[in-house]
T-cell receptor, first 110, second 114 residues
């Protein structure tokens, strides 16, 4: 079993819809949880960063972490065509070794 | 004013050749990384250096050799290139202190071995 599981299936949504992405993980040592956004032919950029279980909001983006279920989510409200990208979950332990999910390609259709 | 810069952006080369990719960061970060992203977009760590010292070396063929002349630079040298080495290679950097785990990535080097 991979450390981080993320269903890589592409996701197409109409503009204005809510995008919901999630990852599961198996390593209890993971303490820090991140979402990265990667546009085509660019490097990943940090979108959201959380440490504890619970919700964190930043504008239209909400990250959720449930450590008891080893499950993290990212929600994008009022999605825009500019949100079209690949979203990768990532998590690290105290040694700062980052493990990535496979990424979800999101397409927001105008 | 690029934070993490990699050169070259594109590299097309023949099997068996030796090539290098350079990476520089101007963020003052202590730790630098090389990641490989395959055609299915999966990012896998290859190496990590902290203050010029190797701290992570995943199961990577020894044809790949990282070199860190100082903490702002981490280069990747690849010997005897194979078709399976074709991928996008990303350099990244971060601060080692706990509580700041965000990585800053370069824009990638697209390597094609023919």
């Amino acid at each position: 079993q991979k450390e981080v599981e993320q269903d890589p299936g592409p996701l197409s949504v109409p503009e204005g819809a809510i995008v919901s992405l999630n990852c599961t993980y198996s390593n209890s040592a993971f303490q820090y949880f991140m979402w990265y956004r990667q546009y085509s032919r660019k490097g990943p950029e940090l979108l959201m960063y959380t440490y504890s279980s619970g919700n964190k909001e930043d504008g239209r983006f909400t990250a959720q972490v449930d450590k008891s279920s080893k499950y993290i989510s990212l929600f994008i409200r009022d999605s825009q065509p500019s949100d079209s990208a690949t979203y990768l979950c990532a998590m690290s332990d105290w040694n700062n070794r980052l493990a990535f999910g496979k990424g979800n390609q999101v397409v927001v259709i105008p | 004013d690029t934070a993490v810069s990699q050169t070259p952006k594109y590299l097309v080369t023949q099997m068996g050749n030796d090539k290098s990719i350079k990476c520089e960061q101007n963020l003052g970060h202590d730790t630098m990384y090389w990641y490989k992203q395959d055609s299915k977009k999966f990012l896998k760590i290859m190496f990590s250096y902290n203050n010029k010292e190797l701290i992570i070396n995943e199961t990577v063929p020894n044809r790949f050799s990282p070199k860190s002349p100082d903490k702002a630079h981490l280069n990747l040298h690849i010997n005897s290139l194979e078709l399976g080495d074709s991928a996008v290679y990303f350099c990244a950097s971060s601060q080692a202190e706990q509580g700041d785990y965000g990585y800053t990535f370069g824009s990638g080097t697209r390597l094609t071995v023919v």
